[in-house]
């Protein structure tokens, strides 16, 4: 990233707009750090479920986002993110399954 460290954030998920299959990741400022790599413990949380997410283990993401709950209560992407890992613990996705988020208007 060109702000380099100038700048806080955390990865949100990959979407896909409308007709493309590639996803791009979206991020959520933070906030500005001046140099600093100090970054919220929530925030690190966050992306470990994202991550543990994307790998299909999405028990271990739900053990993850109930330390960002507690962190931080209420955070809308870890909720969003919890209720995409309870539904595909519900119902498992195939074996071709790709971990964006496809956006089917424009």
């Known amino acids: 990233m060109a702000a380099g460290d100038w700048i806080a954030v955390r990865e949100l998920d990959a979407v896909a707009v409308y007709g493309r299959s590639e996803g791009v990741r979206i991020y959520e400022l933070i906030g500005l750090q001046a140099g600093s790599d100090v970054v919220p413990g929530w925030v690190a949380a966050y992306e470990e479920a994202l991550s ?3 790998a299909g283990r999405f028990e271990a993401a739900l053990e993850k986002l109930e330390v960002v709950e507690r962190l ?3 955070d809308g992407p870890a909720r969003r993110l919890a209720t995409r890992c309870r539904g595909l613990l519900a ?13 089917d208007t424009k």
């Open 91 to 103: 119902e498992p996705p195939s074996s071709g399954w790709v971990p964006v988020t496809m956006l």
């Open 52 to 54: 543990l997410y994307r």
């Open 72 to 74: 931080r209560p209420g």
